[in-house]
């Protein structure tokens, strides 16, 4: 019997899916392969059925990917055709969750192809990582037997430079944000760079380029990811004597940001960004805002700090918002950092 390929994990994958919507909302929902298309069309009739006010005349989309026409499913006001409110997947609902496009099926669970195997996770861009990522249920070890021997739902990312180091840095148990800023600028932990005015100015650029991009991906009007930067820039607007101020992460979350960065490397998300310093500065900001919003009145919200958190996630992965950090140099003197 042939051997398969290493699969290594930081921890047990665990997850459950709370229906927040990021995954049917904030992304394009796709690439799907031949048999996703032939199941979701067994499935069509069920939908309706079940949902007969459902808008799935037209549930497919054709678009370029990486040089091929690819289908995709359909999204309308934001959302995938088949998600609806109060009720989530409307495939998975009427016709179960083996009926849904594999790339639905995995996320946010990810299987990056390495040079040394497999690796498995969870991405933290998830809206309900933040409240099971450490207690909540394993992810099924069928599913993951099952979704590890299907290659095509692998991702292939090469090694970025650094990729070590910064597995390290975050292992180390105590790490907060001000420790990796210091690492970045090359000075003792008990000297961390201010960043906070840089925080501050970035995020004003942010909120410039958000209403430059309007409604699209993420930022969509009535997606969950554009609830959540609403509410934060209604707050952000009314701070008064706190304007400007993006102290340390709250103690009592920094595990889970800890962990959740860690997560980013490990899975070479981090190859969405310009270069892991980059990588790791954007985590650091969006932890920053993350905390400081479900923080307000004193008292945090850790749903909301999740929510805020995964949110900043999901928008500093668009190239045209990262070229909004890097363009104003890093938040310290010097070079980008080690």
């Given amino acids: 019997m042939a051997e398969g390929p ?25 690439p799907l392969l031949p048999d996703d298309v032939v199941r979701v069309e067994q499935a069509l009739e069920a939908v309706r059925e079940a949902f007969p006010d459902q808008n799935i005349d037209e549930p497919f989309t054709e678009r370029d990917y990486h040089g091929a026409t690819t289908s995709f499913l359909t999204k309308r006001d934001g959302y995938c055709t088949f998600w609806r409110d109060g009720t989530g997947c409307t495939i998975h609902s009427a016709a179960g969750a083996a009926e849904k496009p594999l790339v639905c099926q995995m996320f946010p669970v990810q299987i990056v192809s390495t040079d040394q195997g497999l690796r498995l996770g969870t991405r933290p861009t998830c809206l309900g990582d933040e409240t099971g990522w450490d207690d ?22 090469d090694e970025p430079d650094g990729e070590g180091i910064a597995l390290q840095l975050l292992s180390v148990p105590d790490i907060d944000t001000d420790s ?44 969950s990811t554009a609830d959540v930067l609403a509410d934060f820039r209604t707050w952000h607007a009314d701070r008064g004597d706190e304007a400007g101020s993006w102290p340390e992460v709250v103690p009592e979350v920094l595990p889970w940001v800890r962990d959740a960065m860690k997560r980013l490397v490990f899975l070479r998300q981090t190859r969405l960004h310009p270069t892991i310093p980059w990588s790791l500065v954007a985590y650091v900001a969006a932890a920053r805002y993350a905390s400081a919003w479900a923080s307000a009145g004193g008292s945090l919200d850790r749903r909301k700090l999740g929510r805020g958190f995964s949110t900043w996630l999901i928008v500093m992965e668009n190239p045209r918002l990262q070229r909004t950090l890097v363009e104003a140099g890093p938040p310290f003197a010097g070079s980008e950092g080690r």
């Fill in 180 to 223: 990796i800023m210091a690492f970045l600028a090359g000075t003792d932990r008990e000297s961390p760079p201010p960043i906070e005015a840089w925080l501050e100015e970035r995020l004003q650029q942010l909120h410039l380029e958000f209403d430059k991009i309007g409604d699209q991906g993420p930022l969509h009007s009535g997606t």
């Fill in 6 to 30: 290493r699969l290594r994990a930081l921890s047990v994958p665990r997850h459950t899916c709370k229906h927040s919507s990021a995954c049917c909302s904030s992304y394009s929902v796709g």
């Fill in 136 to 157: 909540g249920p394993a992810v099924d070890g069928a599913f993951i037997e099952r979704i590890v021997g299907d290659s095509r739902g692998w991702v292939v990312r």
